[in-house]
């Protein structure tokens, strides 16, 4: 088995993608093969204040599959989504994860599910990166029974305690403290797992995020902040926002690393380092450089702001996708009709999911006193008319 | 759980009242009864293993105090060990409570600025740092808004953070927190987490400390769904509810008063908690309800003996439990007097006192003869001088005039 050497280009084009052996004639059985292959990454990280790691990434045909495969349902999930809002089935706020991919899959390749993952509203594909279900999502999102917040939460409020995802927050860089609490959690039990708290370019400038990583730094926690940067803070650029757009080294004393995050091997890389470094000596911050297709959510066309060729050049160039597909036909792990056919499966299972959610009835009238206290407390509220709507706040 | 009440021999019906949070396997005997003796009340205490003793002598009763005004202690000699039970200070009371939930449960840790090293700036974490260790009691830099989502986000993982507010008016840096994120992430989460941290300070109007820092924090918190509040008053139900709010699953925020720190009083040896839903009842009287909570008890206590010389028998419950209120004790004296004056240290627009009110005349408007009177703080930020500052507070000359007023 030979270990092939490529380099993934970003900006080039796709011609460059040359294997240097022959094994395009011995086809391997795709779905489980764990030959490792190595792969740089597109561009080298820049970091502040530590070592970068280094360029070569390992991996091997299933994971690069998986990849595929996750980032396609992700894809579809996004675009359902739309559809759906445009339906008037999702009301409310909907805030699209579609080209930012790349960060969920590829940190849950350096993860284990003991690791705590918390992020802001825009959580629907990290949600299914951690074990989300398709039917969870999407009931949720209608505001149905079988949602993973039965309904109460909707798009902004995903959570997922058996699989440590902790949301799903309306308020912008609000989850930060809390992510940091959860790093501290974990080094009170001292599980030997760590906390990644993922926050937006436009939250990166929030005073709690700072105050924290303060607090993270002083006491060291095994907190990874990560500033998932699409540029764009609703609708102001970042270089609007921002005297130092170099989210990486705003921590000052705490060391940053600046990935390519529309490179999911690229994430993987980070995440990894990222883990062994908190682990050893604390607090680091990530700047996933990345970008949002839609805009801010679906009420922002997202083009008042931002040119329709910047949007259609990213899709052109580096889309996380289109780089996993490049990568697995150039390795020859498997051919254009089996790619597209998984994403027609996952097109399918994405429709499959919207059948089974809209069937999910609403949530029960009484729902709407539950679950407001962990133990009731006998506390009453009632409506307008006392005999009609009288419930005890459970 | 145990519960503490007054048992005077009465032959009232032992029921279950259906707003009670009591584990209703472990106890048997409701809290709540109304009275028609005007008698030294003594307490029987109910313990954890639900066990009662109506027998005082045998087990370290505790005696109502009920004109506990100023800070006099009792003298040295007096307070000899002949009297079962041990003296403390409130700040001290908090602390033992504090210890022996610490002591208790290894998830308890206390986060708050000073908590540590220094000892707390009112003591009440004092020798817990020592006795513990750094990673149980956190100090936190200047941080509010941070820290109190931290301990939150702890929280969700299964820890019990008490969150300290130096004072409580700097906690409103961490509304958001307290807010969004401590009231509503059960409900929103579908009931994955819970979120059972304690948040707790001194606030209230002190001694000329200026306007910042003399901030009553219960009006603005009190429409929060999802949390629960409690004013503490003496050293007993300072202990008492300090311990049921860290065992309770849901956040608990707990009221202290700066001036009520040096209180002392006698408490029991053994383990007992207050119930957190539960209001307690002071003075039991015949013409008037007089509702009140935290500083506001001793004022009110103070104009008791006042009106009492002029004949009149108040009867005097402190609420405690500022969310949810005990309608059910409430409303038995409502339904026995059929006046209410409430006194309280939060401003007149949308205090406690305002919500009160509301709840009261929605439930019990057909047992009032008066409309209620609400007597309130001045809607004014509170002024350093002294003389001013004791104007915008409730007095006790105020309540007499009031009392006189309402049972014309």
Redesign the interface.
């Known amino acids: 088995m030979a270990l092939s050497y490529l380099r993934s280009s970003s900006s080039r084009s796709a011609n460059l993608l040359r294997p240097l052996s022959s094994a395009a004639s011995l086809r391997r059985p795709i779905s489980t093969d764990t030959t490792p292959i190595t792969i740089e990454t597109s561009v080298p990280f820049t970091s502040h204040q530590c070592e970068a790691p280094s360029r070569s990434v390992e991996t091997n045909p299933s994971e690069l599959l998986t990849f595929f495969r996750d980032m396609a349902l992700m894809r579809r999930m996004e675009i359902a989504a739309d559809s759906l809002y445009k339906a008037k089935l999702i009301r409310g706020f909907c805030h699209l994860y579609d080209g930012q991919e790349a960060v969920a899959v590829g940190m849950e390749a350096a993860i284990t599910k003991k690791d ?1 993952i ?1 992020t802001a509203y825009r959580d629907h594909c990290t949600f299914v990166g951690r074990g989300g279900t398709l039917l969870e999502v999407f009931a949720e999102l209608m505001g149905r029974q079988a ?8 798009s902004m ?1 995903f ?3 058996d699989s440590n995802f ?6 912008v860089g ?1 989850q ?7 790093a ?6 001292k599980d030997e797992s760590v906390t990644f708290a993922l926050y937006g370019d436009g939250a990166a400038n929030q ?2 995020l700072f ?2 990583l ?2 993270s730094a ?2 060291d926690l095994p907190a990874i902040l990560v500033c998932e940067n699409n540029h764009y803070g609703m609708g102001t650029a970042e270089w609007r926002a921002a005297k130092s757009p170099a989210y990486y080294k705003r921590g000052d004393y705490v060391p940053g690393l600046k990935v390519d995050g529309m490179d999911a091997l690229a994430v993987k890389q980070a995440c990894k380092f990222a883990k062994e470094h908190a682990l050893k000596n604390g607090p680091i911050i990530l700047e996933m450089d990345t970008y949002r297709y839609h805009g801010h959510s679906m009420s922002d066309p997202g083009s008042t702001y931002r040119t329709r060729d910047e949007i259609s050049g990213i899709r052109q160039e580096r889309d996380p996708i289109e780089r996993v597909r490049k990568l697995v036909l150039s390795h020859d792990l498997a051919t254009e009709k089996e790619l597209k056919d998984i994403e027609k499966e996952v097109r399918k299972e994405v429709d499959d999911a919207i059948a089974q959610a809209k069937e999910s009835p609403m949530p029960e009238p009484s729902e709407l006193f ?11 509220s009632f409506g307008a008319d006392r005999k009609e709507v009288r419930a ?2 459970a | 759980m145990a519960a503490i009440f007054q048992g005077v021999g009465a032959a009232a019906p032992l029921s279950s009242s259906p707003s009670n949070s009591f584990d209703s396997n472990k106890s048997v005997f409701s809290p709540r009864r109304s009275f028609s003796v005007r008698k030294r009340a003594s307490f029987a205490v109910v313990r954890s293993d639900g066990i009662v003793n109506l027998n005082p002598k045998g087990r370290s009763a505790q005696r109502l105090i009920s004109n506990a005004v100023a800070t006099k202690a009792d003298s040295p000699a007096a307070s000899s060990s002949s009297k079962p039970g041990h003296e403390l200070l409130l700040f001290e009371a908090l602390q033992e409570g504090l210890e022996e939930e610490m002591e208790r449960d290894p998830r308890v840790c206390v986060m708050g600025e000073d908590v540590g090293h220094y000892g707390g700036s009112y003591k009440v974490t004092k020798g817990l740092a020592k006795r513990f260790g750094d990673l149980r009691v956190l100090d936190t830099p200047i941080a509010e808004n941070s820290f109190t989502g931290m301990g939150i986000g702890a929280a969700m993982t299964g820890l019990r953070p008490v969150i300290e507010g130096m004072n409580m008016g700097f906690l409103l840096l961490a509304f958001n927190q307290i807010s969004n994120n401590c009231g509503m992430l059960h409900y929103t989460s579908g009931g994955q987490f819970t979120i059972p941290v304690v948040i707790r300070g001194p606030g209230g109007v002190g001694r000329q400390l200026g306007a910042e820092h003399s901030q009553r924090l219960e009006s603005y918190f009190q429409s929060i769904p999802g949390i629960q509040m409690v004013a503490c008053s003496t050293p007993y139900n300072a202990k008492g509810l300090m311990k049921a709010a860290i065992r309770s699953e849901n956040p608990v925020i707990l009221f202290e008063h700066v001036l009520l720190y040096n209180l002392k009083e006698r408490l029991p040896d053994e383990d007992y908690i207050c119930n957190l839903e539960e209001a307690e009842m002071v003075r039991p009287g015949e013409h008037v309800t007089i509702l009140t909570y935290s500083r506001m008890r001793y004022h009110v206590m103070q104009a008791a003996k006042t009106l009492v010389n002029k004949g009149y028998d108040p009867e005097v419950i402190d609420i405690r439990s500022l969310k949810p209120f005990d309608l059910h004790t409430i409303g038995n004296s409502v339904k026995k007097t059929h006046r209410v004056l409430i006194v309280e240290e939060c401003m007149r627009t949308g205090g406690i006192g305002a919500s009160l009110t509301a709840a009261i005349t929605e439930n019990f408007n057909d047992y009032l003869d008066a409309p209620i009177m609400c007597l309130s703080s001045q809607d004014v930020p509170t002024p350093y001088a002294g003389t001013l500052e004791e104007v915008t507070v409730v007095q006790p000359a105020q309540i007499v005039t009031a009392v006189e007023q309402i049972c014309q």
């Open positions: 705590c918390i949602g993973c917040s039965k309904g109460k939460g909707g409020h959570y997922k305690k902790y949301g799903g927050h309306g308020i609000a930060v403290p809390l992510g940091c609490g959860l501290f959690a974990q080094k009170y039990s005073g709690q105050e924290a303060n607090i002083l006491w539950s679950n407001v206290y962990a133990k009731g407390l006998g506390a009453e005890t706040l």
